[in-house]
Each structure stands twice: as C-alpha cells, then as structure tokens.
C-alpha cells in the first residue's frame, strides 16, 4: 500500500549546525506534505509545511524541500538548538481527503 | 494563542468499560479529527468529522467508537466496550479551511 516513511530513525547533531530529516513518501498524487515536531508526552507540534505546486519553503530556521522527481521531503533547521530536540515526523494527504499519513518518525538528538 | 484542549491527560480503565475522550478544538475551526499513537509508534489516522457529521473513517474505528459534537464548543471520542489494545495516546486535531491540522496534547489511555 501507499505509505510515507523515513530513512532515520535517529540523528544526532552538535548545537549550532545544521539539521536534515529526511522523507520519502511513495504516494505521487499526494499533493500536501506537513513536518511536525512532538516532545516527549506531547502532541504534534506543526513546524512547517509545502504544497505539491512548489519545490522549497523556508519558514523560521526551518526550509522543507520537496523533490516530486524522487518523491522525496526533508527538512532542514539551521543552527540547531537544545530545545529541537525531538521526534520529527513527516505526514502527506492525499487529494481531496483530508486525513493525514504519518511516517514512522525521525528522533533528532542535539549534542552540546 | 489559541489551542486545542483535551481532558483528561491520563485515563486508566478496566477492559469492557466504556470511556469518553474529550476535546475543545480550536474555537473558529471546522474540521475535527481523532488520531491515535501506540506507544513507539507512528500516528495513525482514525476519524474526520465536519458539518456535523463523519466525513471518512479508518478501518481501526469500527462499530466500538463513536464521535460526537454534542455542543459548539466540545468534541469527543467513545469507545464502548475498551480493549487491551486500544492502549495508546489519542490525539484531537482541528483546522479551518486551510489545511494546517492542530493538534492537542493527547490523551494517554491505559486498559487493564
């Protein structure tokens, strides 16, 4: 079946540098895509998201790439702070339903 | 900022007892959602609901869960008769006519 899934369990990153999550998603006609954050016993918290009619969206630190030739997501957050530390996850919708696919989740570890 | 609340944070039952999850979406939204997180796993979609009525439904809300907007401001899950099973967190989100979903911070059910 269709799914979204991620390729990194886990990444661990020194503060200050950059962050990349990435995402791969196997449903071409979905045509939304959505990052969110979720902390520890938290609900998910919307980062960032890109509809299918662009390539790139840049918000506060954080830029989602979507590249439709490789169906491929990620997510980059510049100067990675403590306080990113989290499980990120990826979800897409599909036309005109409006429920979200989550993928399985990537946690980010920040180092000091 | 406005929010979306969920009660009670925590909730444990017995197994065959019914419990009621409650959510107050975000007040000018009009799409409502439940999902639901088994621990360590990814978040999975149950029900939409707009209008008044189920807008699309998983394969996991079978017969044993119901939804209701009993007045303008509360939206609930039931489920009848709990089962080991349905132990997980359970996630309201709610949006406008924008797609961005909100989410609440869960519900964390334990059946015995």
């Known amino acids: 079946g269709e799914s979204v899934g991620l390729h990194l369990p886990t990444l661990s990153v020194q503060e200050g540098d950059n962050s990349i999550i990435n995402c791969a998603y196997s449903?071409?006609?979905?045509?939304?895509f959505i990052w969110y954050k979720q902390e520890s016993g938290k609900g998910p918290q919307f980062i960032i998201d890109?509809?299918?009619?662009?390539d790139k969206r840049q918000g506060q630190r954080v830029t989602v790439l979507l590249n439709k030739t490789v169906k491929h997501l990620s997510l980059q957050i510049a100067a990675t702070q403590p306080g990113d530390s989290a499980v990120y996850f990826c979800?897409?919708?599909?036309?005109?339903?409006?429920?979200?696919?989550f993928g399985t989740g990537t946690r980010l570890q920040v180092t000091l | 900022e406005p929010e979306v609340t969920q009660t009670p944070s925590h909730q444990v039952t017995q197994m065959g007892q019914e419990v009621i999850l409650r959510c107050v979406p975000i007040?000018?939204?009009?799409?409502f959602y439940w999902y639901r997180q088994i621990l360590g796993q990814k978040v999975e979609f149950l029900v939409s609901f707009y209008n008044n009525e189920i807008s699309e439904k998983s394969e996991i809300f079978d017969d044993q869960f119901s939804v209701e907007r009993p007045d303008g401001s509360n939206f609930t899950l039931k489920i009848r008769s709990t089962k080991l099973e349905d132990s997980a967190m359970y996630f309201c989100?709610?949006?406008?006519?924008?797609?961005?979903?909100?989410f609440g911070p869960g519900t964390r059910l334990l059946v015995l």
């Open positions: 890109i509809r299918s009619n662009m």
């Open positions: 449903n071409s006609a979905s045509d939304y």
């Open positions: 007040s000018n939204h009009l799409y």
């Open positions: 989100a709610s949006r406008e006519l924008q797609e961005t979903q909100y």
């Open positions: 979800a897409e919708k599909l036309g005109t339903a409006s429920k979200l696919t």
